[in-house]
């Protein structure tokens, strides 16, 4: 398996970035949207917030099932959906269609994130999943680079809609890559196991499992201090300091940068010090930057340089303690690996949802109200680490 990594992170990768892709690419055209569908700032956002909560509702679908009938044939489903979404966004004459397709979007999206989780899951355990999983993390983490800086190259050529239809395109490139350079991870021994009966028996046992829970809270009140940044950054970004949606997208993108970069550490970390520990000093690096953002913009500091600065490092151990998370969370359940992976992913959307939602009532057109959410975001992770991170639990075979 292990000569086979590059080329299964690549698919893997590629599927979820189709998802996150919807997420990214048509950043830069929120305020145009705004305008032309006559709707303001909390109106457009809310095309973000359905499109997590459509993501969150459909992983506890797909993860069982992926389960019952294998890894592939729920992606297929999936790219689907999601094509047919971007089609309705693309023709949507009002906010409200858009928030609606936004949605059925975000129940197609979700697919290829919840079921790579779970073939990393099936291939391997320990150190060696961490470096999938970073693998795997490096090549759908180019979609924050990648898609804010296609969606403003198409907005040249056409209006915000086209973004949607080149969506269309990115599900074809997914169908693809899924049927012709993907194999079906979940032995039909395990499959013939798998029902609806013990989808909600391995869904009630998850539910029991602090640890698993724990760890499940830290990668998403990590995702939820970046997608309160995806969900405000063009506002801020274009209309509070005045950037250009080209230059935005490259701003927006350094962000991702960081995450990438630092992510690649993990598999080389984790076979040196353990997975654990990998974490625990992520967690300290990342609350720190984030605190000290919102403290130094309360002071009155408001500088982008000084705002970018501090995200890039604290975005950056975000990138270590995500996969790393994932991994630990996942290691003990690999016989209910889509079950697992689905939960995981339900409660990181609907709780970035619910960030986004709260952030959304505050904000204000400046930096101040969405650092301050994003620094709040990592003092939560900071205390649930200190808590899940002291039990013994995980440690023999996070060290293997």
């Given at each position: 398996?292990?000569?086979?990594?590059?080329?299964h992170?690549?698919?893997?990768?590629?599927?979820?970035?189709?998802?996150?892709?919807?997420?990214?690419?048509?950043?830069?055209?929120?305020?145009?949207?705004?305008?032309?569908?006559?709707?303001?700032?909390?109106?457009?956002?809310?095309?973000?917030?359905?499109f997590?909560?459509?993501?969150?509702?459909?992983?506890?679908?797909?993860?069982?099932?992926?389960?019952?009938?294998?890894?592939?044939?729920?992606?297929?489903?999936?790219?689907?959906?999601?094509?047919?979404?971007?089609?309705?966004?693309?023709?949507?004459?009002?906010?409200?269609?858009?928030?609606?397709?936004?949605?059925?979007?975000?129940?197609?999206?979700?697919?290829?994130?919840?079921?790579?989780?779970?073939?990393?899951?099936?291939?391997?355990?320990?150190?060696?999943?961490?470096?999938?999983?970073?693998?795997?993390m490096?090549?759908?983490?180019?979609?924050?680079?990648?898609?804010?800086?296609?969606?403003?190259?198409?907005?040249?050529?056409?209006?915000?809609?086209?973004?949607?239809?080149?969506m269309?395109?990115?599900?074809?490139?997914?169908?693809?890559?899924?049927l012709?350079?993907?194999?079906?991870?979940?032995?039909?021994?395990?499959?013939?196991?798998?029902?609806v009966?013990?989808?909600?028996?391995?869904?009630?046992?998850?539910?029991?499992?602090?640890?698993?829970?724990?760890?499940?809270?830290?990668?998403?009140?990590?995702?939820?201090?970046?997608?309160?940044?995806?969900?405000?950054?063009?506002?801020?970004?274009?209309?509070?300091?005045?950037?250009?949606?080209?230059?935005?997208?490259?701003?927006?993108?350094?962000?991702?940068?960081?995450?990438?970069?630092?992510?690649?550490?993990?598999?080389?970390?984790?076979?040196?010090?353990?997975?654990?520990?990998?974490?625990?000093?992520?967690?300290?690096?990342?609350?720190?930057?984030?605190?000290?953002?919102?403290?130094?913009?309360?002071?009155?500091?408001?500088?982008?340089?000084?705002?970018?600065?501090?995200?890039?490092?604290?975005?950056?151990?975000?990138?270590?303690?995500?996969?790393?998370?994932?991994?630990?969370?996942?290691?003990?359940?690999?016989?209910?690996?889509?079950?697992?992976s689905a939960?995981?992913?339900?409660?990181?959307?609907?709780?970035?949802?619910?960030v986004?939602?709260?952030?959304?009532?505050?904000?204000?057109?400046?930096?101040?109200?969405?650092?301050?959410?994003?620094?709040?975001?990592?003092?939560?992770?900071?205390?649930?680490?200190?808590?899940?991170?002291?039990?013994?639990?995980?440690?023999?075979?996070?060290?293997?």
């Amino acid at each position: 398996m292990q000569t086979r990594a590059l080329p299964h992170a690549l698919t893997l990768g590629l599927l979820s970035a189709v998802g996150l892709f919807a997420l990214d690419m048509y950043l830069p055209a929120l305020p145009t949207i705004s305008e032309h569908l006559n709707a303001d700032s909390h109106a457009v956002q809310a095309s973000l917030i359905s499109f997590f909560a459509a993501m969150a509702i459909s992983q506890i679908v797909y993860g069982p099932v992926s389960d019952m009938f294998g890894r592939k044939r729920p992606l297929y489903v999936g790219l689907g959906l999601y094509a047919i979404g971007a089609i309705g966004c693309a023709l949507s004459p009002s906010i409200e269609w858009l928030i609606a397709f936004r949605f059925l979007q975000g129940m197609g999206a979700c697919a290829g994130v919840v079921i790579s989780r779970a073939i990393v899951r099936d291939l391997h355990t320990g150190p060696a999943a961490a470096q999938l999983m970073s693998r795997l993390m490096l090549v759908f983490s180019v979609s924050p680079i990648l898609a804010p800086l296609a969606g403003s190259i198409v907005t040249v050529f056409g209006d915000w809609r086209l973004i949607f239809w080149v969506m269309v395109g990115a599900a074809g490139v997914g169908l693809a890559v899924a049927l012709f350079f993907l194999e079906e991870t979940r032995p039909a021994t395990l499959r013939a196991e798998s029902s609806v009966g013990s989808a909600l028996q391995a869904y009630a046992t998850l539910l029991k499992d602090p640890y698993y829970l724990g760890l499940v809270f830290i990668a998403s009140f990590g995702m939820s201090s970046y997608m309160i940044y995806v969900a405000n950054s063009s506002f801020v970004l274009i209309e509070h300091y005045g950037l250009s949606p080209s230059f935005y997208s490259i701003v927006f993108s350094v962000n991702a940068v960081a995450f990438i970069g630092m992510s690649q550490m993990n598999g080389w970390l984790s076979r040196k010090i353990g997975l654990r520990k990998v974490i625990r000093g992520a967690v300290v690096g990342y609350s720190t930057m984030m605190v000290a953002l919102a403290f130094v913009t309360s002071l009155g500091i408001d500088q982008l340089e000084v705002m970018a600065a501090f995200l890039f490092g604290g975005y950056g151990f975000l990138g270590m303690i995500i996969p790393t998370a994932a991994v630990l969370a996942l290691e003990q359940h690999g016989r209910i690996a889509g079950t697992a992976s689905a939960m995981m992913g339900t409660i990181q959307f609907v709780t970035s949802a619910i960030v986004v939602g709260i952030g959304g009532l505050f904000a204000d057109g400046t930096s101040l109200p969405m650092v301050t959410v994003i620094a709040l975001c990592s003092v939560i992770v900071s205390l649930l680490a200190l808590v899940v991170l002291r039990s013994e639990r995980g440690v023999v075979s996070a060290a293997e």
